[in-house]
């Protein structure tokens, strides 16, 4: 019982992995998803201050770290499904917010219950630290799908990942970090070697067309 629960449970994040039920040449961890999550957010809090943004940077690292680890109690669940109404998403995050708080009032002392409760809470708000997270949550799924696409992973669901999440990426365009991912660096990751001129370049010009035009 208590906070050493806690920690033990750190490493079971090690062993859930995302996209259940689907072959992956290169299987991915909620604890390795959180880790890139957290430097992609530090990357782009660093594009906002640069452009004139005040970051409040423990905001930030404290909704990228945490952001999945209520996870650990209702498993991964593919985004296809997550998302696919806005009524099924909040439920989704309403069990996991529910269970994370039971969680909180069984092992943590009462001096910390309310601290950890807030930590484990939904972190994609409206703040530039929520947008920032919601913008590295979504670049680092667009990799792990692009991973799979570029090993010519037949399944159909990584196209369809990619495609929602460059799709939320450029919905948050007014940013200047997304100005920059979309000018700087989407480019060079399709200009990677042995990526034929398909669909996948078909399917980003169309997503950042449309999302420019309007």
Not at 21 to 27: A, H, N, R, S
Not at 117 to 126: A, L, N, P, W
Not at 154 to 159: H, K
Not at 167 to 185: A, G, L, P
Request: proline share 4%; aromatic share 14%.
């Amino acid at each position: 019982m208590g906070v050493h629960n806690y920690f033990k449970s750190l490493s079971d994040l090690e062993h859930l992995f995302r996209m259940p039920g689907k072959f992956t040449y290169q299987p991915h961890t909620v604890a390795a998803h959180s880790f890139k999550v957290t430097k992609i957010a530090q990357f782009l809090g660093t594009i906002e201050e640069m452009a004139g943004n005040e970051v409040n940077w423990r905001s930030l690292y404290e909704k990228a770290l945490n952001h999945d680890y209520a996870e650990l109690f209702t498993g991964d669940i593919k985004t296809p499904v997550k998302y696919a109404s806005e009524e099924l998403k909040d439920l989704f995050s309403q069990v996991e917010e529910q269970m994370a708080k039971k969680f909180v009032e069984q092992e943590f002392p009462p001096e910390l219950q309310e601290i950890y409760t807030e930590r484990f809470k939904e972190g994609k708000d409206d703040t530039l630290e929520g947008r920032i997270l919601s913008v590295a949550d979504k670049v680092d799924l667009l990799y792990e799908s692009f991973g799979e696409i570029l090993k010519r992973n037949p399944e159909p669901l990584f196209l369809e990942v990619y495609q929602e999440a460059l799709s939320t990426i450029i919905k948050f365009r007014d940013m200047h970090c997304v100005q920059y991912f979309i000018e700087n660096i989407l480019p060079d990751m399709l200009a990677e070697e042995f990526i034929p001129y398909t669909e996948l370049h078909y399917m980003t010009e169309k997503i950042v067309q449309k999302y420019g035009n309007e």
